[in-house]
């Protein structure tokens, strides 16, 4: 099922960046509901009475603002095709999104757009946030417009070690290097 999903805010990517998303094809095949208090409690690890919606990746429990992609990874660490967290303020629920493909234009802005140093560099950061566990199948920068298309994992993904391994990318925590003490909710 095609789903075109423009419900991407620009917290999802940074706030310094001034750039935007111009097109999420998601082609999702799963999407799995959960209350905004088995978020909070699971990230923050107590009881939250009082949450507030922050941003379409985040709430805020309790005063603590938090990102729910950690939740998300967490209670989608089997599932081969999770691509995304997403939080829904009309609905008061978390969204752990799975998907087949997902196809991305990212409109750059300037030199300075980290998202467009590279194709490869770019793609690998809104991999991150927009197709976890998605393979990366095509990449492109033309005309100041990032393209990534991402797919299941049916091959090697093309981004490089060399990439993976440079420092400011090590902050992505896989669902498996989870502590074994996290409890499903």
Known sequence: MKINCHLLLFFILTTSVQAKLIKDDNYIIQKKSYSYQAACQ?????????IDYASATSLNCMGEVKDIAPFCAYQERMNDHYARAVVSEKS??????????VILK????????????????????LKEKLAKK???KHHSL???????????????DIVTEEIKSESKYKNYIHPRQLPKNFKNL
Do not use: M, W
């Open 106 to 125: 990212y409109a750059c802005d300037g030199k300075e757009d980290r998202f467009c140093e590279s194709s490869e560099k770019g793609c690998f950061f």
């Open 92 to 101: 008061k629920e978390v969204f752990c999104i799975s998907s087949r493909r």
């Open 134 to 136: 998605l393979s990366l």
């Open 42 to 50: 699971f990230l923050t690890k107590r009881h939250s009475p009082l």
């Open 142 to 156: 033309l005309d100041q417009t990032l393209s990534c298309y991402f797919d299941q994992k049916n091959g090697e």
